[in-house]
C-alpha cells in the first residue's frame, strides 16, 4: 500500500498579502493588459510567491496560495513536508526503474556474448590471440593484455 502523504499546511488569511500584477512573457497583449498574475507575501516570513500560470485570476489565486503553503512546509518540517515526501517517493521509483533496465540489459548482454561466440555449425570460433572480434566479424589489433 501506497503511503499517504501529510496533510497540506492551512494558512489564515491575515497572514497572507494578496496583489493582483500584470502578467509579463509569452500570451501577447492579452496577458499584457490584464492583472491575472497574483503575488502572495506571508506577513510572518516575508516569504513571496508569485503565479502566472493561467489567465485567469482564480486559479493563479489558488495555485500561489499552494506554492506558498509547499514552501512554509518546506521551511518547517524540512524531510517529513509534504514536497519532501514526495521527491523521496520520485527518488525510489527512479531508482527502481534503473536498477531494472541495468538487471535487463545485463542479461540481453549475457545472452547476446554467449551467442556471438558460436559458428554456424554451433561449434566455438577461434580467435587469434591478441585480437578482438568486431561487430562485422573482423579481426583487429587489441590492446588488452591477455
Known sequence: MATQLPPRLVISEDDIEESFL???GPGG???NKTSSAVQ???IPTGM???SQATRSRSQNRSIARRLLSDKLEDLQKGPES???VKAEI???KKASKAKKARRKH???GEKDNDEGDQDDDGSEAERPQGKEMTSDGDARQSD???
Open 82 to 84: 509534504r514536497t519532501a
Open 40 to 42: 502572495l507575501k506571508h
Open 29 to 31: 497583449q492579452k496577458i
Open 144 to 146: 588488452r593484455k591477455l
Open 48 to 50: 513571496v510567491v508569485k
Open 22 to 24: 500584470k502578467g509579463s
Open 106 to 108: 545485463r542479461a540481453n
Open 90 to 92: 520520485k527518488r525510489k
